[in-house]
């Protein structure tokens, strides 16, 4: 299973969430966007328009228990930021940035993480959130939820 990585995302491990951050997974919910947030049960999505937004995220998951940076390992630790267009700055062991090609248009790629060594085909995206996917893909895209995509790699 995979999460959208459109714009800017922070990539969260949903364990750290609901082991670490101050309140559990509940609180954590609460305090996102749902317009920009998904999650697949291994890794949680909240996306952002500016980089700035997104460090200011970082820091307020951080003042709340999440640790971005192990500087013992040089690796993310909790979450890990990433832009549709470099994907991770730092390496991360526990999740992989792709670009997953259409089904029948290797043109349209979309941005996304998930897992290390998870190969699903099924995406996890925001709610109304829609790809730029030609219709005849016809993608149905579900509130939070995982949806089978048509994808190739």
């Not at 043109?107 to 897992?115: D, H, L, N």
């Given at each position: 299973m995979a999460v959208l990585a459109k714009d800017i995302s922070v990539i969260l491990k949903s364990t750290s969430i609901a082991q670490k951050f101050r309140g559990g997974t509940a609180a954590f919910v609460s305090a996102c966007d749902h317009s920009h947030y998904c999650e697949d049960g291994k890794l949680t999505r909240v996306g952002f328009s500016s980089l700035h937004a997104a460090m200011e995220f970082v820091c307020y998951v951080a003042d709340r228990g999440l640790s971005p940076y192990n500087a013992m390992t040089r690796r993310a630790e909790d979450l890990i930021v990433a832009t549709e267009q470099r994907g991770f700055a730092i390496r991360c062991d526990w999740a992989e940035f792709r670009l997953l090609n259409g089904k029948g248009?290797?043109?349209?790629?979309?941005?996304?993480?998930?897992?290390t060594g998870d190969d699903s085909l099924q995406l996890a995206a925001p709610d109304g959130?829609?790809?730029n996917?030609?219709?005849s893909l016809d993608l149905p895209v579900a509130a939070h939820a995982p949806v089978a995509v048509a994808i190739a790699v």
């Open positions: 248009d290797p043109t349209v790629q979309i941005p996304v993480c998930r897992a959130w829609r790809s996917f030609p219709s």
